[in-house]
C-alpha cells in the first residue's frame, strides 16, 4: 500500500511539472467502471464470509484481484493500464495457487520489517519448499523508512502502472481539441477529366467558322490571295428564300399602289 501511495504521488508530481491537471484524467472516461464496485463487493463478502469458512477470503480476495485486472485490460488505451493488468493478474494467480499470499521471511528482515507482523494468517503465508511459483510471492524488500515492507513483483507493475497513468493522463489533451492558432488545411477539389477534355476541345475548336460559310477565321482572311476577293466580300447581301427577281417584282408592285390613285365609293 506505501508502495502505490508513493508511485501515486510521484505521478502527480510528474504530472503538474509537466503543467497537467488532474481533471484531465476523465477525458476520455475509463470503460466499465461498475467493475471496481463488483471487485469491492467480493471483497465485502470475504471478509464477512471468512467467519465461516477461512479460505474463503483468500479465494475471494483472489477474485478482486481479477476482476480490476479485467478492468484494467479494457481501459489499456491508457499508458501504463498494461502493467497494473499484468501485476493484478499475478498476485491473484500466486494467491490462487497456494490459497494465500506467500512472504518471504528473509526479504522482511533485508527491508528492515518485524516477520510476527507478516505470521501466517487467512491472506498471507510464509515461503518454504512446498510454496507454488514463490517467486511472485512477497519477495521484493523495500526500505520505507517509516514503514518497511516486502512486496510482490505484481506489486511493482501496479505501482509503476498507477504512476505511469496519472504522470501521462494528467498532460493527455481531449479527443477532438485542436491546437490553438493551428487551422485545418483546406482540401483542393480534383478537377474532373471531363472538364479537362472539354476544355482542351474548345481550344482545339476556338476561332472556325460557321457551317453555312458566312464567318470566317483570321487564318482564313490571312491566306486569302492579294487581289481577289474575300468570301465574306462575295457573300450575298440577303440570304432569304427571294430570288433578285422576285424582290424586283415586289418592288414594282408595291410602287404601283402607292402612286395609283384611290377609288371611293
Known sequence: MVLLLLALAAGTAVGYARRGRLRR??????ERNRLILTALGMYVVGVIGSWAWEPLLALLTAGCWLVLSFYAWLNRRRDGARLIAAGLAANALVILLNGAMPVDR???LRAGAEPAEHSATARTTEV?????????????PVAFPLRPEAVSPGDV???AGAAAVVGTGMTRRRPGAERRGATPARRTRPRPAADENSGAADDETAGTHDTDGTHDTDETRDSTPAGEPSRRDTAPLDAGPESAADRATMTADAESERTSPRVTA
Not at 25 to 30: F, N, T, V
Not at 128 to 140: E, F, N
Open 25 to 30: 484524467l476523465a477525458s476520455p472516461a475509463p
Open 106 to 108: 528473509s526479504a522482511q
Open 128 to 140: 518454504d519448499d512446498d510454496t507454488l511459483a514463490p517467486w511472485l510471492g512477497k519477495v521484493v
Open 157 to 159: 507493475a501496479v505501482a
